[in-house]
């Protein structure tokens, strides 16, 4: 726009229809003869997505920075899965019909302002604000002698799945504050302060509001006491963001046995402490790279796979929090120059 001024502007759009084709063969070892099983599927699916963003950007004249960012975009996912059984007169029985649609809309906006302070010491704060909501809604048919068929699930009988139709929001503020420090030519300090405080709301066939909030710092110390080797100390709270396919029943596509996954209106966030230490050291000539990590983490609140069976003869599950944890290891990496 100007010297000092700048703004820039995307667009995409994207569109994908992806179907599936499965023939799956299952040899029952338990019985003499062994049986057969033949089953086919047919799975079409149709996705869409849109984003629209931009961001505008000022340098003053004394060196200070004002930044502006937004984004908003959708993702819509439409699928179906058909499961056909070949009889033993060579026809097929279809006996599976599960439709699943997902509509995923977020809208983010950011601003920061950068400033200088006593000499090189920079300091970066602002606010971002993030909506992100979900429209879900899945249908379950089955052939069932005790229920009435219907079009609408393919033939079969329709089935009650638990939070098959919901809508999930998220309103999410974070205030931040980014330090940057250099201690001596040698040593520099960046010091990260976020605030995290969010509300859930879940309405449809489950009604469920909960608040969260997080502090979240990091402080990140690098030394570089010579040209060719740099050492790097970190300690950062990380708090995972949900997934809101989490909270609704989806469709289960890892396990042939289960056809849906329920959903669980009262998972918490996944957080913790990570404790990081790097040393890279260059060779002579810029011949290449040795590099050294340590890590050790606390987690909490992990998610994974809960058992939320009913009953032996109805087997499910659902992403839930299992408990804490520690996580440490250890990456080591080479690089040599090949000409």
Known sequence: LSD?????????????DSPVKVERYTTNLRVTPNSLLSEREAIPSERSNWEVGGDYELNLANGQRFKLLAIANQNNNDSVRERFVLQDDNTEQKDLYLGNNNVTEEQIVRGSYTLSVFGEQSLEFGLERAQTTLDSSLTLGLVDEAGTPSEAVGGLVPQTVSNANSSVQEIRYEPFAIDNCPLSPTLSLESTLLYESSEITQSGDSNNTRDFSFVKPKLDLRFNPSTNVQLRGSVEKIVNQLSFADFVAVRDETDNDSDT?????????????????NGEYRLPDDLGVLNAEFFYAQHEDVIDRLDSSTSEDNLQSVNGNIGDGIEMGMNLSASVRAT
Request: aromatic share 16%; hydrophobic share 35%.
């Open 4 to 16: 000092s001024s700048s703004i820039r502007v995307n667009a995409l759009y994207a569109t994908q």
């Open 261 to 277: 996954l329920e959903g669980n209106v009262d998972l918490r966030q996944q957080w913790q402490w990570r404790y990081t230490f």
